[in-house]
């Protein structure tokens, strides 16, 4: 019973999307930057990207803050 529950818990963490306050977006371009640097961190991961509202959504097993991270390697401000 107790195995059966980190499991779940375990795949949650997979599939877990998180949300992302982007700035310095402007072109085609730095939306695929952003996707390029994620993915590098996580080949696996699914990323939505609206540049007009400044939000990038990553489903990832990586934490928030490796993510975070790479986005801002890549020369993005990443609000907290
Ligand atoms: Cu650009």
Known sequence: MLLQIVHLTHTQELHMMQTFTVTGMT??????????????????AEVT??????????????????????????GYAVAA
């Open 27 to 44: 072109c085609g371009h730095c939306e695929k930057a952003v996707t390029r640097a994620v993915k590098q961190l996580d080949p696996q």
């Open 49 to 74: 990207i609206d540049r007009t509202a400044n939000k990038v959504q990553v489903q990832s097993s990586q934490t928030r803050e490796k993510l975070s991270q790479a986005i801002a390697e890549e």
